[in-house]
């Protein structure tokens, strides 16, 4: 038996399956999209799906939403997790401590979280009950629900720490001291130790943690759907929406979807890229 | 060029003493050796030089100035490391280019810089390879050459043979002591490898529990040793304990000739390479190794076993008697009966 062919029997098994069920799903969602798999009439083979999407301004709003929010909570978690994986780079008393306080709303559920961050910011919340028991302000202050996806943003930076951190911890953790005393021993202060040395050698765990979020936060429908703006919507909640109870319309949802995994793959790759550039320029500034 | 002086540096790690009361001195230009064994402090104390670590007690001075609190980044030092360190993600030239850049050294000054030491450590062929597609020996001159394109007026070396074969040692270690010669920096250099010490450098400091237990030139640190753990850890010695009536030592394989009047109870030691064969001297050899240009032998009496290293040339038998002596120049009296233990 040729040695391709033995390798591709021996891999089938576990590989053919995930690739069988990928495909699957995703030619689904294709068929679907463009009229096919039709819950609600016959198949048809159409484009009409994608050009009602198109020409329909909530669906522009919730891609332009869902890439706002993605985009910001990357760029946030990866920035708040490398201070810290640096700082906690060598063991110190409390730094266990430390890295598992980090760690912890990894097991926390969205649902729960964005439960807890209501109760924490609503109108008669913990903050404003607290701020106007100290006198800060006289009356509550709208939080919850903002405009500006701060309360969602907040969530997602809590919550995708926790990846940011193992995956930039690792990286950190390699890098042997003697070649951060090296760069140091000729003339490299701490700001540049980071950028010429820290940077360029965890260059990929860091393109990892941002993919890893941006996909996570794009495709977000519990924080958006408890702590979103009203007037809103992400792609997942429209999808629900096209989905659900609403329109019943499985075809318009499926368009939402390949466009969710189409911005999910879009931003992987512009994100790669961008870190690459920036990791270059950086070093050269 | 700075001289570097080191005073009463303390060292302690909780309730461990690394370093204690070392103080030392050095000149410009020279070539100095931290010769002890592993956990002697001797990385440590390059350490406090490089600035990486802050002595509990003492002070260092490059120059004149005090830069026991300067950070790293501004001592007028440039160290090579052990394991090299160098930089995996620049190639050769811009591992070399580091330093210049960082210290906002000219282009064309930077460049000029390169491409000499480049050549000079015959590199120039490699200048675009990463670290990872060099050998081990052209690794530690990457990081030679990285050390010296900042010109710093002090080169710290932290044992940077120690991963090379024999071959390449002797080779890259010859090709550091002619750069330090030729470009006139101060170098001090870490290593446990006696030999290195002693052919490297002007002068040796040799430590021992965190201590300097002896410095000087080599010849005089091989040749002097003033405590038995430096007479033993510097190359092999022949030890003989006990009272000097005469001008002679009685040790078990006869009377050993001491330039020294009469003392009740001393340690004197000499080396292997000074006995001669025939003397009023004389053994039963136990084992004798031929090494080439020498003879290594073991003579054996009274339980008590020495070592002759003669003439390659020569053929002795085990179990053979074989009278030998030692010129009297030759037998040292060591000043204390020291072993050279750690402190804490």
């Known amino acids: 038996m040729p040695n391709g062919l033995r390798i591709i029997l021996l891999l089938t098994p576990g590989l053919g399956l995930v690739m069988t069920l990928m495909i699957w799903v995703l030619y689904r969602a294709f068929a679907q999209s463009f009229g096919l798999y039709n819950f609600n009439g016959d198949d048809l083979l159409t484009l009409s799906h994608w050009q009602g999407m198109f020409q329909n301004r909530r669906y522009w709003n919730a891609l332009e939403w869902s890439g706002y929010i993605a985009v910001v909570s990357a760029t946030l978690a990866v920035a708040v997790a490398y201070p810290l994986v640096i700082w906690l780079r060598r063991p110190f008393k409390g730094s266990f401590l430390l890295s598992a306080l980090i760690k912890a709303p990894y097991f926390v559920p969205g649902l729960v979280a964005a439960f807890l961050l209501i109760n924490v910011i609503s109108y008669h919340g913990f903050v404003n009950e607290f701020l106007i028991w100290i006198g800060v302000w006289d009356q509550p202050v709208r939080m919850q629900n903002d405009k500006n996806g701060y309360a969602i943003i907040g969530l997602q930076v809590w919550k995708q720490l926790p990846l940011a951190f193992l995956l930039l911890s690792g990286a950190v953790a390699a890098i042997p001291d003697n070649v951060l005393h090296a760069a140091q021993d000729l003339g490299a202060g701490t700001w540049d130790r980071f950028r010429k040395v820290v940077l360029p050698m965890t260059v990929t765990a860091m393109q990892a943690s941002l993919i890893l979020i941006f996909i996570g936060a794009a495709g977000d429908f519990t924080f958006q759907a408890v702590a979103g703006p009203t007037r809103e919507n992400s792609l997942a909640t429209l999808m629900v929406t096209y989905q659900g109870a609403s329109y019943s319309d499985w075809n318009g949802a499926a368009v939402i979807g390949v466009t969710l995994m189409v911005l999910s793959l879009l931003g992987s790759i512009v994100f790669a890229a961008l870190v ?6 950086m070093e050269r500034v | 060029m700075p001289d570097l002086d080191i005073r009463n540096v303390e060292m302690r790690f909780g309730g461990f003493c690394a370093l204690s009361d070392v103080s030392l001195s050095v000149s410009s230009g020279k070539f100095i050796t931290l010769l002890g064994p592993s956990g002697c402090g001797k990385t440590t104390l390059l350490n406090i030089i490089a600035g990486f670590l802050h002595p509990t007690q003492g002070s260092v001075l490059i120059n004149g100035k005090g830069v026991t609190s300067l950070r790293p980044e501004n001592r007028d030092t440039a160290m090579c490391f052990q394991s090299y360190a160098l930089f995996p993600h620049l190639n050769v030239h811009d591992n070399v280019a580091f330093g210049p850049r960082q210290k906002r050294v000219a282009r064309a000054e930077t460049q000029s810089r390169v491409s000499t030491l480049l050549s000079q450590m015959g590199l ?21 050459a990285r050390a010296l394109a900042v010109e710093p007026g002090l080169v710290l070396f932290d044992e940077p043979l120690s991963n090379l074969d024999a071959k390449l040692r002797d080779q890259v270690r010859s090709e550091i002591r002619s750069l ?20 490297m450098s002007d002068e040796v400091f040799l430590l021992n529990g ?21 007479a033993d850890f510097i190359g092999a010695a022949n030890l003989h304990s006990g009272p000097i009536n005469s001008g002679a030592m009685t040790t078990p394989f006869g009377p050993l000739s001491v330039d020294s009047p009469n003392l009740s109870m001393s340690t004197v030691c000499w080396r292997p390479e000074s006995a001669a064969l025939g003397g009023p001297l004389s053994g039963v050899v136990s084992s004798a190794a031929f090494q080439g240009s020498y003879l290594d032998v073991f003579l054996t009496k009274d339980g008590e076993t020495i070592r002759l290293q003669i003439s390659g040339d020569q053929h002795l038998e085990v179990g053979q008697t074989v009278s030998f002596g030692v010129p009297r120049d030759r037998v040292v009296i060591i000043e204390d009966t020291d072993t050279g233990q750690a402190n804490a």
């Open chain 1, 276 to 281: 690459q550039i920036v990791a270059k320029l």
């Open chain 2, 210 to 230: 965190g201590r300097i237990v002896q410095s000087g030139k080599p010849r005089d640190i091989y040749f002097k040793p003033k405590t038995r753990f430096v």
């Open chain 2, 180 to 199: 330090q010669r030729e470009l006139g920096f101060t170098a001090v250099y870490v290593t446990h490898d006696q030999a290195e010490a002693l052919a």
């Open chain 2, 124 to 144: 120039d062929l490699h200048s675009t390879k990463l670290p990872n597609a060099l050998s081990g020996g052209q690794q530690q001159r990457v990081a030679l």
